[in-house]
């Protein structure tokens, strides 16, 4: 399979064109990534703290994995902040991210709210979704299992307003904006402000899918699929009054800061099954990077890594070695999903097509979790 020969991008990423060095577009295309500074942030934090008239000076979504953990040590110990964490449970946080959550606020001494949202529901609907999508596998739809915690910002929201708070903030990076995934819808998602034509041509894009798998109908949430949509990309405009800001468009992201601090600071556990870092609070992310590696080669650590190599945070060398680990496959945490969670047997996996370039031995389930 044919990569970039500057970042690790494949051929079969969607809209990817190579010249004749075999240089992608989105290298030749990128703009570095650059943060506003400590002093910004400090500016704008304390215009929203002497707003508060709360016990808190801000909330953060926290769901015990790698950024949000630091997000919170460096909001407590470093910016001295009051920080009221949420937790947002709809079925889907693994057990160590939940042993993480808890290990973390106690070291921290923060206080931690917990919202358990429709999580019967929630699993219902995941498993829905998922024996809908095998019905006809599609890679433009396999977002369709993201689906349950959509609505996270608008919850979080409504818990500002309780807590008489105008202020959140949160860990996203630009750094992990995977926009590959609605790529294979035909649209091109670059950050959170989109414009209304691209909003009309994804739901189109989606609604076209809906069309050709008419399963997808009978597992249709109005609240959960549509305002769960509204809420992604337009969270800004529900309770106006609370501000969000992203940590680290005022910090530079760096994942081997990140992760040695947490683990120094706050015995930070990572999972046994992988050597990645990154999305471990969550049982979702080894079903659907299994399903983009075994139809198109890559998962979202590849779009991280080259996003990494384009900073100038690591060699392209050293991305092809990390991403030969971490696109390993994670059988132990699917085979608890798809016991606990979709009520299915793990060889239904073997329905998922297979990209001709890839080894089929790959994606052959062991022994022991059949």
Request: charged residues 25%.
């Amino acid at each position: 399979m044919k990569r970039c020969t500057r970042c690790i991008l494949p051929e079969t990423y969607p809209n990817i064109k190579f010249n004749k060095k075999g240089i992608c577009n989105f290298c030749l295309n990128y703009k570095p990534i650059t943060v506003k500074g400590r002093a910004i942030f400090e500016r704008e934090i304390k215009k929203y703290k002497q707003k508060s008239r709360s016990k808190y000076d801000c909330c953060i979504g926290f769901s015990g994995g790698r950024d949000s953990t630091y997000l919170l040590y460096r909001l407590v110990k470093i910016h001295k902040l009051k920080v009221l964490v949420c937790t947002f449970k709809c079925g889907i946080q693994s057990p160590l991210g939940s042993k993480n959550a808890k290990k973390v606020v106690k070291k921290l001494n923060v206080d931690h709210l917990v919202i358990n949202y429709k999580i019967k529901k929630n699993i219902k609907m995941l498993s829905n979704n998922f024996r809908a999508w095998l019905k006809k596998p599609s890679v433009a739809m396999i977002p369709i299992l993201m689906l349950a915690d959509k609505t996270m910002e608008y919850h979080l929201r409504s818990v500002c307003v309780k807590n008489n708070l105008s202020l959140m903030l949160d860990a996203e990076s630009a750094f992990e904006w995977v926009p590959f995934k609605s790529g294979f819808l035909g649209v091109n998602l670059q950050g959170h402000n989109l414009s209304t034509k691209l909003k009309i041509k994804l739901l189109l894009g989606y609604l076209r899918e809906y069309v050709k798998n008419p399963k997808y109908f009978t597992t249709f949430d109005l609240i959960e699929n549509l305002f769960g949509f509204y809420v992604f990309f337009e969270g800004k405009n529900l309770i106006k009054k609370i501000k969000l800001i992203r940590y680290f468009d005022y910090f530079m992201w760096n994942e081997r800061e990140i992760v040695s601090t947490i683990k120094k600071e706050l015995n930070w556990e990572t999972a046994k099954d992988t050597l990645a870092t990154w999305r471990i609070d969550d049982l979702i992310p080894p079903l659907y990077n299994f399903l983009y590696y075994k139809m198109v080669g890559f998962t979202e650590n590849d779009e991280l890594r080259s996003n990494m190599i384009r900073n100038n945070q690591i060699s392209r060398e050293e991305a092809l070695k990390i991403i030969n680990e971490e696109n390993k496959i994670r059988w132990s945490t699917l085979k608890r999903l798809f016991d606990e969670v979709l009520n299915l047997p793990l060889t239904v996996l073997n329905k998922v097509p297979l990209h001709k370039d890839l080894n089929p031995r790959i994606f052959q389930i062991p022994k022991e979790y059949l």
